[in-house]
Antibody, heavy 117, light 104 residues
Framework: EVQLVESGGDLVQPGGSLSLSCESS????????MNWVRQAPGKGLEWVSY????????YYADSVKGRFTISRDNAHKLLYLQMSSLRAEDTAVYYC??????????WGQGTLVTVSS | SYELTQPLSVSVAMGQTARITCGGN??????VHWYQQKPGQAPVLVIY???NRPSGIPERFSGSNSGNTATLTISRAQVGDEADYYC???????FGGGTKLTVL
């Protein structure tokens, strides 16, 4: 079964940092593009970041550019999101999602990041 | 940046057909994908590339895309179809604002 499991969500103060992980199973992780998508409480979906299968090409939403860093470890089938200079508006459930030809065919269950003092 | 416009809510009587629209400038020239999200759950892909259903998605779900509007159609709507539905295109990786479907 194809599965993605996020972890690392927590309560963090404004200006702080946090690292999220996404563990994959049931498919050849190194063959797929990966993404982070977030959803603020009661709001819609917002794409955050994208990384190619090899990790050579990376994109970010303007709202997180310069503050968030996406990376991957294909040997260990892991996707990461390093977040810094966190703001209240970064509060959201963060999903990792497998990318296929411009759409997201598999999603994790999400991990909650709360930015508050 | 590219924008996608969805109605905030759509209501349909049980057993009838629900249509959820996604508007965008010349969206017919793009691939549109649709996701279903039930409360407290992660999104699920229900339609990809305008009109294709992933395995496990009922045939009652279909999609079309032309001109400035893409449409998700849910035939013979069931209470279990109640959810938020989001359209998405890869250009600037944009999601629509989401539509809450209520089955009466």
């Amino acid at each position: 079964e194809v599965q993605l499991v996020e972890s690392g969500g927590d309560l963090v103060q404004p200006g702080g940092s946090l690292s999220l992980s996404c563990e994959s199973s049931g498919f050849t992780f190194s063959n797929f593009e990966m993404n982070w998508v977030r959803q603020a409480p009661g709001k819609g979906l917002e794409w955050v970041s994208y990384i190619t299968s090899s990790g050579t090409t990376i994109y970010y939403a303007d709202s997180v550019k310069g503050r968030f860093t996406i990376s991957r470890d294909n040997a260990h089938k892991l996707l990461y999101l390093q977040m810094s200079s966190l703001r209240a508006e970064d509060t959201a459930v963060y999903y990792c999602a497998r990318g296929v030809d411009g759409y997201f065919d598999t999603w994790g269950q999400g991990t909650l990041v709360t930015v508050s003092s | 940046s590219y924008e996608l416009t969805q109605p905030l809510s759509v209501s349909v009587a049980m057993g009838q057909t629900a249509r959820i629209t996604c508007g965008g400038n010349n969206i017919g020239s793009k691939n549109v994908h649709w996701y279903q999200q039930k409360p407290g759950q992660a999104p699920v892909l229900v339609i990809y590339r305008d009109s294709n259903r992933p395995s496990g998605i009922p045939e009652r779900f279909s999609g079309s895309n032309s001109g400035n509007t893409a449409t998700l159609t849910i035939s013979r709507a069931q209470v279990g179809d109640e959810a938020d539905y989001y359209c998405q295109v890869w250009d600037s990786v944009v999601f629509g604002g989401g539509t809450k479907l209520t089955v009466l």
